[in-house]
């Protein structure tokens, strides 16, 4: 297991600082965010088939390979989509004008912390797969339907964006249709319930199987990723800079991450 973990982090460090190359050469960050979703699913999936114990449930870890993967595929391939042939990402190009000159060192440090952020999704995916359980048991099933509620959920919330973005009528407003009237970022709050499939999984409630409770860690990561780090706050923060009154109206209704009844408008 030791092994593995190692192998993982040396390729999330490779895996972002390619992508940090890659916005240095071009100028654009877009596909940062493409990159560490490819990688983390690529390493989770690793973590979920790596050899360790010939006692372990096949079927189990193969159900969570296919967890990571059908979640990098989706996320990455949308995240490409979205960024291919756009301008710069406003978020990172924001950091990198506060940065100035000391830019390109910065941005480095900045990706490899979103490689470390991927290394204990990846073992929350070892955790899951490598339960020492002989069959399926009822939490599979519970992390099987939390998965795919989450998967729907994120797919739902995106395509809702994508839709309110590309009707010109749109443009300069906030999109409060379907799920994001209900949670100013309803993808981000998916993308951390997906997490929690793992941790389903993974725990052992009579505590044979205490080491599942660290799968506990990735949706913790991404928790605080999201709500506190690189997702929302920047992104609030555009909003609030390029279309002030709306927003401001808008955060008083809606929730910024849990799910809830929108308030009625004043």
């Known amino acids: 297991m030791t092994i593995c973990l190692i192998a993982i982090a040396i390729f999330l460090s490779l895996?972002?600082?390619?992508?940090?190359?890659?916005?240095?050469?071009?100028?654009?960050?877009?596909?940062?965010?493409?990159?560490?979703?490819?990688?983390?699913?690529?390493?989770?999936?690793?973590?979920?088939?790596?050899?360790?114990?010939?006692?372990?449930?096949?079927?189990?870890?193969?159900?969570?390979?296919?967890?990571?993967?059908?979640?990098?595929?989706?996320?990455?391939?949308?995240?490409?989509?979205?960024s291919h042939g756009a301008d710069d990402d406003p978020r990172y190009a924001k950091l990198k004008a506060e940065w100035g000159a000391d830019a390109p060192r910065r941005l480095f440090v900045f990706l490899q912390v979103q490689a470390v952020a991927g290394w204990p999704l990846a073992g929350a995916a070892l955790l899951a797969a490598h339960a020492p359980f002989p069959g399926f048991r009822l939490q599979d099933g519970l992390a099987l339907i939390v998965f795919v509620v989450a998967f729907i959920g994120e797919t739902v919330a995106d395509r809702q964006m994508a839709r309110f973005r590309a009707d010109p009528r749109n443009k300069g407003g906030i999109c409060e249709q379907g799920l994001w009237a209900w949670s100013r970022h309803p993808n981000y709050f998916f993308e951390w319930l997906g997490w929690v499939a793992y941790v389903f999984a993974a725990v052992d409630?009579?505590?044979?199987?205490?080491?599942g409770w660290l799968s506990l860690l990735a949706p913790f990561v991404i928790y605080v990723l999201l709500v506190y780090v690189s997702g929302a706050?920047?992104?609030?923060?555009?909003?609030?800079?390029?279309?002030?009154?709306?927003f401001a109206d808008y955060a008083r209704r809606v929730s910024l991450f849990w799910p809830l009844p929108p308030a009625r408008r004043a």
């Open 205 to 211: 409630v009579s505590g044979g199987y205490l080491q």
């Open 233 to 246: 706050p920047p992104l609030e923060e555009h909003l609030a800079r390029s279309r002030p009154a709306a």
């Open 15 to 82: 895996a972002m600082t390619f992508a940090w190359a890659v916005a240095m050469r071009t100028g654009k960050s877009g596909l940062i965010d493409a990159t560490w979703s490819f990688a983390a699913g690529i390493a989770a999936i690793v973590a979920a088939l790596w050899p360790l114990d010939d006692g372990d449930y096949a079927p189990r870890r193969w159900l969570i390979a296919a967890f990571a993967l059908v979640w990098s595929a989706r996320l990455g391939l949308y995240i490409f989509g979205r």
